[in-house]
């Protein structure tokens, strides 16, 4: 048999184990898993000392185009995406203009057709509005889903009242995200807020504001028959009240819950400023148990970047948001390293989660008829993270200087090899991701 790529000796990840076997691709696609010794190739990737895993997916990015491309646009995100192992991304709707029609869609699939390093979908503002027509939207060609903002964050999408949420959740059919803050104690709060000290932040923003808005999501979901994904868990007490409402809500962990904690902000600052905000550390322990007992779904790095000028403002002048796809791979591959998760639940987290919760078509596993999509690590390799690495156009990271053990070295989409040492080895090729409950019927 002639492939047009073959991937020899790497050790393969997927959903029956670990082991060191050949993989052969054809069409984009993976065409056979096995012993391909006696086979040849357009291109052959010798893999051996390295692991394959399955196309890691990014489903919560900003990469703030149209309207703010001085912070980044969708070809610089997506190539700090793929100089970090990741595959595909959904990237977010508070762009300038909102991504909250058919026509706003549609121009951000234009845009990144052909022009974003990685395949892509991109998540439709859910609104008072347009809460009539979400059921369609969410059908639309590139759409990731239905995203509603309960808390305010950056940009102008915010339905913080339950009855707003019902009306939009009473018409989707997909799974819906929310960013799960309580709008109204966010308002009471707001003299939480110490100018010049970001870490009055998680102070402001506190844990009750977060379970107080995840409590009456789960409710208005449970009321309408809505599934719903809540985005950036930061606290304990929500993944202890997730546990028990599984059968209608998902959930997401970020690395940089998992990994900072209240105590840097003397450190970094305002680099480290987020909506939900990085917390004590119990939060933190909190998020890990999710991690550890199953109950968070999916990793979103939920990459927001702002100029350095602009996150020197002082606080609370300062925007939440920080860089993270190209960080989200090797820190977590640094977790694994440390015992504190298997790279089995990392895979899990990565691309089977992303693949199952929200329905992608040939996306997620390492499976004959899938997509040829690879992320390949050394998982022995140590680096230090570097702002000088950085692909993104705000060009930093809050992990500038954190050494790791674990490193992406080699990004394969549909059978392109698109990164490889750091280096991008393929034009940009990036293609909207399909998802099987929107498929044409």
Same mark, same amino acid.
């Given at each position: 048999?002639?492939?047009?790529?073959?991937?020899?000796?790497?050790?393969?990840?997927?959903?029956?184990?670990?082991?060191? %076997?050949?993989?052969?691709?054809?069409?984009?696609?993976?065409?056979?898993?096995?012993?391909?010794? $006696?086979?040849?190739?357009?291109?052959?990737? *010798?893999?051996?000392?390295?692991?394959?895993?399955?196309?890691?997916?990014?489903?919560?990015?900003?990469?703030?185009?149209?309207?703010?491309?001085?912070?980044?646009?969708?070809?610089?995100?997506?190539?700090?995406? #793929?100089?970090?192992?990741?595959?595909?991304?959904?990237?977010?709707?508070?762009?300038?203009?909102?991504?909250?029609?058919?026509?706003?869609?549609?121009?951000?699939?234009?845009?990144?057709?052909?022009?974003?390093?990685?395949?892509?979908?991109?998540?439709?503002?859910?609104?008072?509005?347009?809460?009539?027509? #979400?059921?369609?939207?969410?059908? =639309?060609?590139?759409?990731?889903?239905? &995203?509603?903002?309960?808390?305010?964050?950056?940009?102008?999408?915010?339905?913080? *009242?339950?009855?707003?949420?019902?009306?939009?959740?009473?018409?989707?059919?997909?799974?819906?995200?929310?960013?799960?803050?309580?709008?109204?104690?966010?308002?009471?709060? =707001?003299?939480?807020?110490?100018?010049?000290?970001?870490?009055?932040?998680?102070?402001?923003?506190?844990?009750?504001?977060?379970? %107080?808005?995840?409590?009456?999501?789960?409710?208005?979901?449970?009321?309408?028959?809505? %599934?719903?994904?809540?985005?950036?868990?930061?606290?304990?007490?929500?993944?202890?009240?997730?546990? $028990?409402?599984?059968?209608?809500?998902?959930?997401?962990?970020?690395?940089?819950?998992?990994?900072?904690?209240?105590?840097?902000?003397?450190?970094?600052?305002?680099?480290? $400023?987020?909506?939900?905000?990085?917390?004590?550390?119990?939060?933190?322990?909190?998020?890990?148990?999710?991690?550890?007992?199953?109950?968070? *779904?999916?990793?979103?790095?939920?990459?927001?970047?702002?100029?350095?000028?602009?996150?020197?403002?002082?606080?609370?002048?300062?925007?939440?948001?920080?860089?993270?796809?190209?960080?989200?791979?090797?820190?977590?591959?640094?977790?694994?390293?440390?015992?504190?998760?298997?790279?089995?639940?990392?895979?899990?987290?990565?691309?089977?989660?992303?693949?199952?919760?929200?329905?992608?078509?040939? &996306?997620?596993?390492?499976?004959?008829?899938?997509?040829?999509?690879?992320?390949?690590?050394?998982?022995?390799?140590?680096?230090?993270?570097?702002?000088?690495?950085?692909?993104?156009?705000?060009?930093?990271?809050?992990?500038?200087?954190?050494? #790791?053990?674990?490193?992406?070295?080699?990004?394969?989409? %549909?059978?392109?090899?698109?990164?490889?040492?750091?280096?991008?080895?393929?034009?940009?090729?990036?293609?909207?991701?399909?998802?099987?409950?929107?498929?044409?019927?």
């Amino acid at each position: 048999m002639i492939y047009d790529l073959i991937l020899t000796g790497g050790t393969v990840v997927n959903h029956d184990g670990e082991g060191v %076997r050949d993989i052969g691709v054809k069409d984009g696609r993976i065409a056979t898993i096995g012993d391909l010794r $006696q086979a040849s190739a357009g291109e052959t990737i *010798d893999c051996r000392g390295l692991h394959i895993l399955p196309g890691v997916i990014d489903s919560q990015v900003h990469f703030r185009e149209p309207g703010l491309e001085h912070k980044e646009d969708l070809e610089t995100g997506s190539r700090a995406a #793929v100089l970090g192992g990741v595959t595909a991304v959904f990237e977010m709707p508070n762009t300038n203009p909102l991504t909250t029609s058919e026509a706003a869609l549609a121009d951000k699939v234009r845009r990144g057709s052909g022009r974003m390093h990685c395949d892509f979908a991109f998540w439709v503002g859910g609104t008072r509005e347009n809460a009539k027509d #979400v059921g369609e939207l969410e059908r =639309l060609p590139g759409a990731a889903g239905i &995203k509603v903002f309960m808390g305010s964050s950056t940009g102008d999408l915010l339905v913080e *009242d339950d009855e707003g949420v019902a009306s939009i959740l009473r018409n989707t059919r997909r799974r819906a995200a929310f960013h799960s803050e309580d709008e109204f104690r966010l308002r009471e709060r =707001l003299n939480g807020r110490i100018d010049g000290d970001p870490s009055s932040h998680p102070v402001w923003r506190d844990e009750i504001a977060a379970l %107080r808005c995840t409590e009456r999501l789960v409710c208005i979901a449970r009321n309408v028959r809505a %599934r719903i994904h809540v985005l950036h868990i930061s606290t304990a007490e929500e993944i202890l009240f997730l546990e $028990q409402h599984k059968d209608v809500a998902t959930c997401e962990a970020t690395p940089h819950h998992l990994t900072l904690s209240a105590d840097d902000y003397a450190r970094l600052g305002t680099l480290i $400023q987020m909506n939900p905000p990085v917390r004590a550390a119990r939060h933190r322990d909190g998020v890990w148990q999710g991690i550890a007992q199953g109950i968070v *779904d999916v990793l979103g790095s939920d990459h927001a970047p702002h100029t350095l000028a602009e996150k020197a403002k002082p606080y609370p002048a300062s925007p939440s948001g920080m860089t993270g796809v190209q960080t989200l791979v090797p820190i977590m591959l640094d977790h694994v390293n440390a015992g504190r998760l298997t790279l089995q639940r990392f895979v899990d987290l990565s691309s089977h989660g992303p693949q199952r919760i929200f329905g992608m078509a040939r &996306k997620g596993r390492i499976a004959a008829g899938y997509d040829a999509d690879f992320t390949i690590v050394d998982m022995k390799r140590r680096e230090t993270i570097t702002n000088a690495q950085a692909g993104s156009k705000a060009g930093w990271t809050p992990y500038d200087g954190r050494e #790791v053990t674990g490193w992406p070295v080699g990004t394969v989409i %549909r059978g392109l090899r698109v990164m490889w040492e750091g280096e991008i080895t393929t034009p940009s090729q990036g293609k909207a991701v399909e998802f099987s409950e929107a498929l044409a019927e």
